[in-house]
């Protein structure tokens, strides 16, 4: 069975540039999760899907930053424009359904942002 | 929110010998994972753990949720155990989201 897909692993941009990431989960996942990991830190939440619907999206960015999981399957995240402060690692993830029972949750590979 | 507190942060092993981490968290969980992040920046998942004690191979955790934390035991180490320990909680009233530990910084020289 296929893990969490993410692309593209590395991504260099000149800030106030866009950029883009998309996901693809573990198939079978309705919950889809973003975090942002930096240097020396553990990941930390950004967005959360059930199917089509962000239902947590209290710690993204909403002035720079947008996602959209069309489809209720495969996702993107936007920053527009990028800023010297968003290189860090995105990270996808994905879980069965975001209830208590089926919470367990599994990581793509991550794409490294650097903003120059 | 939720606390989480690692330790020890950083830890450095001769191969061959075993390890104890810890994870303390400050409130009721419904969901504790244990992920070990390699080199290359991959979560790898170690063991999902709410309660109880589980054991694969040369690993294992133990939770015990009254007291409110979690140990990861790694016996006879290896090189490829290198890498950072993650802890992560889930403290559910809806959240579902993992609060993550610090982590502990493994190495394992040979």
């Known amino acids: 069975e296929a893990g969490v897909v993410q692309s593209p692993r590395y991504k260099i941009i000149e800030k106030k540039q866009p950029v883009a990431f998309w996901c693809n989960p573990i198939?079978?996942?309705?919950?889809l999760y973003w975090y942002l990991q930096n240097l020396g830190q553990g990941p930390e939440l950004l967005i959360r899907?059930?199917?089509?619907?962000?239902?947590?999206d209290s710690q993204l960015p909403k002035d720079r930053f947008s996602a959209e999981r069309l489809k209720g399957v495969d996702s993107t995240l936007k920053i527009q424009p990028a800023e010297l402060g968003d290189s860090a690692v995105y990270l996808c993830?994905?879980?069965?359904?975001?209830?208590?029972?089926?919470?367990?949750?599994?990581f793509g590979p991550g794409t490294r942002l650097t903003v120059l | 929110g939720i606390q989480v507190e690692q330790s020890p942060p950083d830890l450095i092993l001769q191969e061959g010998a075993n390890s104890t981490l810890r994870c303390n968290f400050s409130?009721?969980?419904?969901?504790l994972q244990w992920f070990h992040q390699n080199p290359w920046g991959q979560l790898i998942n170690l063991f999902y753990i709410p309660s109880g004690t589980k054991q694969n191979g040369r690993l294992s955790a133990t939770t015990v949720a009254t007291e409110r934390y979690s140990l990861l035991y790694i016996s006879s180490s290896q090189t490829t155990d290198s890498g950072v320990y993650f802890c992560?909680?889930?403290?559910?009233?809806?959240?579902?989201?993992?609060?993550f530990g610090k982590g502990t910084k493994l190495s394992v020289i040979p």
């Open positions: 198939s079978g996942h309705n919950t």
């Open positions: 409130d009721s969980v419904n969901n």
């Open positions: 993830a994905s879980s069965l359904a975001g209830t208590t029972l089926d919470n367990e949750q599994f």
């Open positions: 899907y059930e199917n089509e619907e962000a239902v947590d």
């Open positions: 992560a909680v889930d403290s559910g009233a809806g959240s579902y989201q993992l609060t």
